[in-house]
């Protein structure tokens, strides 16, 4: 049973451009969740999605950020014009209707030049 | 506001030298508190939920326990591999997001 899986892993832009970082949940999961994981500090929650509605987004940047999670492919979490501050490892997890546990993927690492 | 606090920050141990992890919490209305283990350069991987107070789960050498307000994991007889860095998340009845303590940096010397 194949984990989670996040593309790309290692991400680089400059300042200005966009980063999309997508995440393919665990067969059977219908439950997405974003974290950012700033350096020296913890995992913080971004937003919750499921198929096609954003549940819970309290915490992600009122500008810039966006996700979307379609009815078919993975969700994708956007970022427009970066800047050196979104230097960060972005984590998704997925859990399955029937449980609270959340589980990870290896992540993306984005850094902004 | 929840709050999540682990001690202590780092944690050397020799090989065979039990001993124990702490996550502080407050929450308004606990749905559960999860821990999970994380190596340099990879995702959180699931260890353990507890859901109640009095609530213990073990796996290996492993142990969480729960009280009303911290949990405990207690390593028994660690060898070098449980190195990693340890993480405690608490989960409120009102929503679905997991609020994450800074963690455990865990060394494991033979």
């Known amino acids: 049973n194949a984990g989670v899986m996040q593309n790309p892993r290692h991400l680089v832009r400059r300042r200005g451009q966009e980063a999309r970082l997508r995440c393919s949940p665990m067969k059977g999961h219908s439950h997405v969740y974003w974290y950012r994981q700033l350096p020296e500090e913890g995992l913080k929650f971004m937003v919750y999605l499921q198929k096609e509605n954003i549940i819970d987004e309290s915490g992600m940047p009122k500008e810039r950020f966006s996700a979307e999670f379609p009815k078919e492919g993975p969700s994708i979490l956007r970022i427009q014009q970066v800047v050196r501050g979104d230097s960060a490892a972005y984590f998704c997890a997925s859990s399955p209707d029937y449980s609270y546990e959340q589980y990870f993927g290896p992540g993306t690492r984005l850094t902004v030049t | ?110």
């Open chain 2, 1 to 110: 506001e929840d709050q999540v606090t682990q001690s202590p920050e780092a944690l050397r141990l020799q090989e065979g030298e039990s001993s124990s992890l702490n996550c502080s919490y407050t929450v308004s209305g606990l749905r559960g508190l999860f821990w999970y283990r994380q190596d340099p350069g990879k995702g959180p991987e699931f260890l353990f939920t507890l859901y109640s107070a009095g609530e213990e789960k073990e796996k290996e050498r492993l142990k969480a326990t729960l009280t009303k307000k911290e949990s405990f994991l207690h390593i028994t007889a660690p060898k070098p591999e449980d190195s990693a860095t340890y993480l405690c998340a608490v989960q409120a009845n009102s929503g679905y997001a997991l609020n994450f303590g800074k963690g455990t940096s865990l060394l494991v010397t033979p």
